[in-house]
C-alpha cells in the first residue's frame, strides 16, 4: 500500500515569495490533516479536511496560508506571502475515517524562508 | 483544549538497557486514545503504539510496552533492549473521538532519544 505522498521534499524561498505543497494522501482515505512543525517543536495542527470540506482550520493563519482539497483526495497548501517565521517541516497525514483510525504521515516538505 | 506535556527533553540510554519515556495530558473527555510516534532525522512520523482510553490493559507492540494510567492521565513509554535504530524523537500524541468536529491530534514537546553504544 503506497504511503502518503508529498512535494517537494524541500524548498528555499525569500521572504514575502510564495510556495505551494502537494500532498496525496492513502487511497481510500477520506480525513487530510496538514501539520506545521518549528523546529524543536512538536506538530501543530493547521487545517483538517473530511473528504473536500472543512472540519477545522482554527489555528491556520488565514491571512497567508491557505489551503483545498478538490475532489477530496489531493490537497494544497499555499503559503502567500511568506514569512521567516514560516521556516518549518509542514507534514501531510490522512486517516481512513474520522474515528480512532490511526492517523499515516508522509515524509514532510520542508521549508526554509530567508 | 487538550493539553500534552512531554518534561524530559532528552534520554540517555546504553545499548540493550530499558528506558521508560514520560508522557502527561490534560482533557475533560473520558473516550479518547493516545499515541507515541517515532521521528528520526529524515521527519516522517512513524507510529509506535497506540492506547484506547477505555481499554485497562496496557498496550504492546514487541519491545515498546505503555504504562497507562487514566485517573493521573500518564501515559509513558517503556523500551525494552534498546537498539541503534531506536535513536529519534518520541512524541506522544492525544486524539479524542470523532463526534463532528476535529479530531486531528496534538502532540508534546518531543522527547530526544539517544542510544549509547
Known amino acids: 500500500e503506497a504511503g502518503v505522498a508529498q512535494s517537494p521534499r524541500y524548498k528555499i524561498i525569500e521572504k514575502r515569495q510564495s510556495v505551494a505543497f502537494w500532498c496525496n494522501p492513502i487511497?481510500?482515505?477520506?480525513?487530510l490533516y496538514w501539520y506545521q512543525q518549528i523546529l524543536g517543536q512538536g506538530p501543530k495542527l493547521l487545517i483538517q479536511?473530511?473528504?473536500?470540506?472543512?472540519?477545522?482550520d482554527s489555528q491556520l493563519p488565514k491571512d497567508r496560508f491557505s489551503a483545498e482539497r478538490l475532489k477530496g483526495v489531493d490537497s494544497t497548501l499555499k503559503i502567500q506571502p511568506a514569512k521567516l517565521e514560516d521556516s518549518a517541516v509542514y507534514l501531510c497525514?490522512?486517516?481512513?475515517?474520522?474515528?480512532?483510525?490511526?492517523?499515516?504521515f508522509g515524509e514532510g516538505s520542508w521549508l526554509t524562508v530567508v | 483544549a487538550q493539553t500534552v506535556t512531554q518534561s524530559q527533553p532528552e534520554m540517555s540510554v546504553q545499548e540493550a538497557e530499558t528506558v521508560t519515556l514520560s508522557c502527561t495530558y490534560d482533557?475533560?473527555?473520558?473516550?479518547?486514545?493516545l499515541f507515541w510516534y517515532k521521528q528520526p532525522p529524515s521527519r516522517q512520523m512513524i507510529l509506535v503504539i497506540r492506547?484506547?482510553?477505555?481499554?485497562?490493559q496496557n498496550a504492546t507492540e514487541n519491545r515498546f510496552s505503555v504504562n497507562f494510567q487514566k485517573a493521573a492521565k500518564s501515559f509513558s513509554l517503556k523500551i525494552s533492549d534498546s537498539q541503534l535504530g531506536d535513536a529519534a524523537m518520541y512524541f506522544c500524541?492525544?486524539?479524542?473521538?470523532?463526534?463532528?468536529?476535529?479530531?486531528?491530534?496534538?502532540f508534546g514537546k518531543g522527547t530526544h532519544l539517544i542510544i549509547q553504544p
Open positions: 497525514a490522512s486517516s481512513p475515517s474520522r474515528s480512532g483510525n490511526t492517523i499515516y
Open positions: 479536511f473530511q473528504n473536500n470540506g472543512v472540519v477545522d
Open positions: 492506547q484506547e482510553a477505555y481499554k485497562q
Open positions: 482533557t475533560s473527555e473520558s473516550d479518547y486514545y
Open positions: 500524541a492525544y486524539r479524542t473521538p470523532s463526534g463532528g468536529g476535529a479530531d486531528g491530534l496534538t
Open positions: 487511497s481510500g482515505h477520506a480525513t
